[in-house]
């Protein structure tokens, strides 16, 4: 029975990977938004496959704050606030606007829950997975009127 599942799901997978080409005929965009618990996973293979992907860690501000706060002195306010001042000075323009563009683009998407897989502006979205490889075959067999529609 397992030697039969396994090889099932070897050929599930061989013939996903046929078609999945055609469904992707053209580049779709694709956004994961995650957090530090939840982190992509086969991103490079969902490239492969087509999709550009975004990735969006909804916990960037707060590992920003942690990283200018590490090491600073907790006696000394002043010098504390240069040191803060100057590590601020260090972070490009796009890295403080890249710090809200994921949570503003989910909540203009209306994510409910995380981890969240995104399809074009907000079409379409995939719940609760992280494998980004995984996330465009499912896309593509719905958009194809396969087994997961």
Not at 117 to 139: H, K, M, N, P, R
Request: glycine fraction near 8%; charge should be negative; proline fraction near 3%.
């Amino acid at each position: 029975m397992m030697k039969h599942l396994a090889t099932s799901l070897a050929v599930s997978a061989a013939l996903s990977l046929l078609w999945a080409p055609v469904c992707l005929a053209q580049s779709v965009a694709v956004s994961f938004f995650g957090n530090n618990q939840y982190q992509p996973t086969n991103t490079e293979a969902a490239r492969q496959l087509g999709a550009s992907v975004t990735v969006y860690n909804l916990d960037s501000q707060v590992n920003l704050e942690k990283q200018l706060a590490d090491g600073l002195p907790v006696n000394d306010l002043d010098k504390a606030t240069a040191i803060a001042r100057q590590r601020v000075a260090q972070i490009s323009q796009q890295e403080m606007v890249n710090l809200f563009t994921g949570v503003l683009k989910a909540r203009e998407w209306g994510l409910e829950r995380f981890p969240a897989i995104v399809f074009g502006q907000g079409e379409s979205v995939v719940y609760g997975v992280t494998d980004l490889e995984q996330a465009v075959l499912l896309w593509c067999d719905h958009q194809t009127g396969g087994i997961g529609q």
